[in-house]
Nanobody, 118 residues
Framework: QVQLKESGGGLVQAGESLRLSCVAS????????MGWFRQPPGKEREFVAA????????YYADSVKGRFTISRDRTENTATLQMDNLQPEDTAIYYC???????????WGQGTQVTVSS
């Protein structure tokens, strides 16, 4: 079974950027979808973004459109989430996810903390 591992979280100030990376433990097939969910403090997990391995089609939550960009590198089995103009409400644990259906929730990484101070 595919395993996913995130990296790149941290503490930033409002308006700054962070890049999260996720690497899969094995080569991913074309129909696989990689994505990101997040869980803000005291709230439930929510979808952030996803990308199809084969076509590169992307999906975004309305709250991050225009600020976050998801991309993938099929040769490296990685997905990257570029987060720009971060705001305090983006503070959350971010999870890399994967699966064969959208939104991808079959496999989860361990999560990485992103904290945005005002």
């Amino acid at each position: 079974q595919v395993q996913l591992k995130e990296s790149g979280g941290g503490l930033v100030q409002a308006g700054e950027s962070l890049r999260l990376s996720c690497v899969a433990s094995e080569r991913l097939y074309s129909s696989y979808i990689m994505g990101w969910f997040r869980q803000p403090p005291g709230k439930e997990r929510e979808f952030v973004a996803a990308i199809r391995q084969g076509t590169g089609r992307t999906y975004y939550a309305d709250s991050v459109k225009g600020r976050f960009t998801i991309s993938r590198d099929r040769t490296e089995n990685t997905a990257t989430l570029q987060m720009d103009n971060l705001q305090p409400e983006d503070t959350a644990i971010y999870y890399c996810t994967g699966g064969s259906s959208y939104p991808p929730q079959a496999t989860w990484g361990q999560g990485t903390q992103v904290t945005v101070s005002s």
